[in-house]
């Protein structure tokens, strides 16, 4: 089973997380680090974390296309929407929120495909997985292209589209801080993974730092202008309102529905 555990982690790729053994995940609208780093020369770099575990060198690092979102695909019911929340939400437990998978895998495969897609699907849904690592992050990406009506315009369709900008930089974040990821207890080790982050964007200092293209891609492009303008609309709930406390519950399950369910 895939356990997704409490949604309260910070963080600015789309799966940050803490040393619990589960899988923490937040993000924020945009990339705020809150320190520098170092430009990557495009061989190597000193960490600007400080950390060891930071890769510099990006060079070998291609985005992964992603795939198009389930979009409003009616596949979970609200009363499965509602256990799924109260089994794996912020009041999650690993038994609560396995014994909830065990049982959808039963009563209603298609919701639990839906809301747990493995990134080798043809689709996905609020929760994109690691069939190897069992690690899920959330869908953000897909969401924001769902709400700005760019699911036609992914992966280089008429120039690409928001959420395909988004994926490249989380995408560039995590091959940079992935082995910042795990903590002494096995768990995913949120403080470490963030301080990696902010030093890969570099955007409080204005370095350009081994994300930084991404980064400025997504900040400069009309796809995402609605988004980096402030200007508001429906997009908004694709996260969470308060960044440092990731999710709340009811959040989340807008955030499902939008893909599962009827929609939010």
């Known amino acids: 089973a895939v356990l997704v555990m409490a949604m309260g982690a910070n963080g600015c790729s789309s799966n940050p997380g803490n040393g619990d053994g589960g899988k923490d995940s937040g993000g924020d609208v945009k990339i705020t680090p809150s320190d520098g780093g170092n430009k ?34 009616n596949k979970c019911p609200a009363a499965d929407v509602n256990a799924y929340i109260a089994a794996c939400g912020s009041a999650a437990t690993s038994t609560s929120c396995g014994a909830w998978q065990t049982a959808e895998q039963t009563s209603n495969k298609n919701c639990l495909s839906c809301i747990y897609s493995f990134s080798t699907d043809a689709n996905w849904g609020p929760l994109v997985c ?64 963030t301080a990696c982050d902010n030093s890969a964007t570099g955007q409080s ?31 908004q709930m694709c996260f969470p309102a308060d960044s440092n406390n990731g999710f709340s519950d009811t959040e989340f399950t807008s955030f499902v529905n939008l893909f599962c369910g009827a929609g939010p």
């Open 205 to 235: 200092s204005g370095a350009s730092n081994e994300c930084g293209t991404y980064l400025s891609a997504v900040n400069s492009a009309s796809q995402c202008a609605a988004v980096n303008g402030d200007a508001g609309g429906t997009w």
């Open 40 to 73: 990557d020369g495009g061989t190597s770099c000193t960490p600007g974390s400080g950390l060891s575990c930071e890769q510099c060198d990006t060079t070998s690092f291609s985005p992964t296309a992603q795939a198009a979102p389930f979009d409003k695909a």
């Open 130 to 193: 690691d069939q190897n690592t069992g690690l899920c992050s959330y869908n953000f990406p897909g969401c924001l292209d769902i709400q700005l009506n760019q699911v036609s315009q992914e992966n280089g369709q008429s120039n690409g589209s928001c959420g395909d900008l988004f994926n490249a930089g989380y995408g560039c974040q995590d091959f940079a801080c992935g082995a910042c990821q795990i903590g002494p207890d096995g768990g995913i080790d949120d403080t470490s993974f």
